[in-house]
C-alpha cells in the first residue's frame, strides 16, 4: 500500500506492507486523514530514525477486515479512528501505556491500517468523509479542554487566543452549542471575521490591548494553547478565581509567571491533553446532537502531503487539512 513516511530523516510516500488484522483489531481503508500540528514535529523528535513510520493520527474509512474475537464491528461499516490509544474512562490524567496514534505506532496517512477495534467509533452520518477525517484530534482535545477541565456552562465567557487552529474552531462551536460567550483573538483580520461567521461574539487583534478593550466583559474561562506569546496577556483579562486550561504551546513552551499576582487573584490553572474514549462518545453524541460540522480549510491527495505541510508551517490556515486517501 502507499503511504506517506518518516525514514532515515526524510518525509516521503512509499510502497509499505498491506496491514493484517490480530485477533482484537480491525484493519480500515482510510478514505481521508487529517493533518495535525504534531506530525510537524515528528521528524525533529525522530531525527535519523532508519525505520519507516507512517505519520498521521486523525482518520476515517471503511472496514476492510476484522479479527476473529471483533464482534462490534464488521466488514463495510464506516467509522472514526479514536488517536487517544488506551485511554478508556476518564481520569484527571491520561493512565499509564497512553500514546498518541502516529508514533510510535504506525499512522493515518496511508491507504490503510490496522489498529485495535477499541480505537475506532461509528462514523456520524451526516459528515462527509473530509470532515470525518479531521475530527478526532483536534475535537477530543477541544471538547476535554472545554468541558472536562474547564467546565463550561451556559452563560459562561470563554476567551480562546488564536482564531485559526481546527482545535480553536471547534471550541467556538461547542461554546456556542451550549450558551457560552466566545471571545478569540488573532493577528489575521481574515480568521478573526471567519471566526465571527463561525459564531464568535468578540474578535480581537493580537496588535490591541486586550484589558482595555474586554474592561467591560467577565472572563470565566480562557483556553490557551498559544503559550508564552498569549498565557500573561490572557492571565490579565481573566476574572479573578477564574479557570484557565493550557493544552498546548505553538510559541515558546517556558513562561515567566507572576506568583505573587497568581496566589493573590486566585486563579486556577490546568493542564489537558486529548482525552479519554468516554470523552470522545459524549463528543461524537455532542455533533449529531447539533448536526456540528468541522471547519476543513483545505484537501489535499496524499501525493501532495509536503504541500500539506508547508500550507500548515505557514499557519495560515482556518480550521483543518484533509487529506484524501482513497
Same mark, same amino acid.
Given at each position: ?57 486523525? /482518520? @476515517? !474509512? ?12 464488521? %466488514? &463495510?461499516?464506516? *467509522? =472514526? +479512528? ?79 487566543? /488564536? @482564531? !485559526? ?12 452549542? %451550549? &450558551?457560552?460567550? *466566545? =471571545? +478569540? ?79 493573590? /487573584? ?20 455532542? +455533533? ?39
Amino acid at each position: 500500500m502507499k503511504a506517506f513516511v518518516h525514514e532515515f530523516g526524510e518525509l516521503k510516500i512509499k510502497e509499505m506492507p498491506d496491514p493484517v488484522a490480530l485477533d482484537n483489531e480491525v484493519v480500515v481503508s482510510l478514505r481521508t486523514a487529517g493533518l495535525n500540528r504534531r506530525d510537524l514535529y515528528i521528524p525533529n523528535r525522530r531525527g535519523e530514525e532508519q525505520d519507516a513510520l507512517i505519520l498521521g493520527s486523525d /482518520g @476515517a !474509512g471503511i472496514i476492510d477486515s476484522v479479527g476473529k474475537e471483533v464482534t462490534e464491528f464488521q %466488514v &463495510g461499516d464506516e *467509522v =472514526i +479512528i479514536n488517536p487517544a490509544l488506551r485511554w478508556d474512562r476518564n481520569s484527571d490524567a491520561p493512565p499509564k501505556g497512553f500514546d498518541i496514534l502516529g508514533m510510535p505506532d504506525h499512522g493515518t496517512f496511508a491507504e490503510k491500517i490496522a489498529i485495535s477495534a477499541e480505537q475506532v467509533e461509528r462514523k456520524p452520518s451526516h459528515l462527509t468523509w473530509d470532515e470525518a477525517g479531521v475530527l478526532a484530534l483536534s475535537a477530543l482535545t477541544g471538547y476535554r479542554a472545554l468541558f472536562t477541565k474547564g467546565e463550561i456552562k451556559k452563560g459562561d465567557t470563554v476567551f480562546i487566543p /488564536g @482564531a !485559526g487552529s481546527g482545535v480553536a474552531t471547534y471550541l467556538i462551536s461547542f461554546a456556542k452549542n %451550549v &450558551g457560552a460567550k *466566545v =471571545i +478569540i483573538s488573532s493577528r489575521s483580520q481574515d480568521k478573526l471575521q471567519k471566526a465571527k461567521e463561525l459564531g464568535a461574539d468578540i474578535t480581537l487583534s493580537n496588535d490591541s490591548d486586550w484589558t482595555s478593550k474586554l474592561k467591560n466583559e467577565t472572563v470565566d474561562l480562557v483556553i490557551d494553547s498559544v503559550g508564552k506569546a498569549t498565557f500573561n496577556r490572557s492571565l490579565e483579562v481573566l476574572k479573578k478565581g477564574g479557570r484557565m486550561v493550557v493544552f498546548g504551546a505553538t510559541t515558546e513552551d517556558t513562561i515567566d509567571l507572576d506568583l505573587r499576582a497568581f496566589f493573590y /487573584g486566585q486563579y486556577q490553572l490546568l493542564g489537558s491533553t486529548m482525552g479519554s474514549r468516554q470523552e470522545l462518545t459524549a463528543l461524537l453524541n455532542h +455533533i449529531e446532537n447539533f448536526a456540528m460540522r468541522p471547519v476543513v480549510d483545505s484537501i489535499y491527495n496524499l501525493d501532495e502531503m509536503q504541500d500539506a505541510f508547508d500550507l500548515l508551517k505557514q499557519n495560515e490556515q482556518f480550521g483543518k487539512i484533509a487529506i484524501k486517501i482513497n
